[in-house]
């Protein structure tokens, strides 16, 4: 049973840093593609970033290029998000999602397992 506990989520000010860490347990780590989604409040969750589970692709939405960055640590079985340069529209539920030789998509359904969420809220 694959299992992502996100952490590392907080209360920061704009321009500010947070770096975000989901663990996996319950999979074989590398065979799986790894992404980060967000939910703001009253919106959908949508795509973050992702890794690849193989070529070492990394793929982000245009609202975050250039201030985060996705990487993963396969021996570790863990995924990062870097997060710089943090704006009040990333005030969100940050969620790690997984799936097994998962082609990079950056829907929703294209992956199956997703851990609980963790807060990361922006204030001026």
């Known amino acids: 049973q694959v299992q992502l506990v996100e952490s590392g989520g907080g209360v920061v000010q704009t321009g500010d840093s947070l770096r975000l860490s989901c663990a996996a347990s319950?999979?074989?780590?590398?065979?799986?593609?790894m992404a980060w989604f967000r939910q703001r409040p009253g919106k959908e969750r949508e795509f973050v970033a992702g890794f690849k589970w193989t070529g070492g692709s990394t793929s982000y939405a245009d609202s975050v290029k250039g201030r985060f960055t996705i990487s993963r640590d396969n021996a570790k079985m863990t995924v990062y998000l870097q997060m710089n340069g943090l704006k009040i529209e990333d005030t969100a539920v940050y969620y790690c999602a997984a799936e097994s030789y998962g082609s990079g998509e950056q829907s929703v359904s294209n992956y199956g397992s997703w851990g609980q969420g963790t807060q990361v809220t922006v204030s001026s």
């Open positions: 319950g999979l074989i780590f590398a065979y799986y593609t």
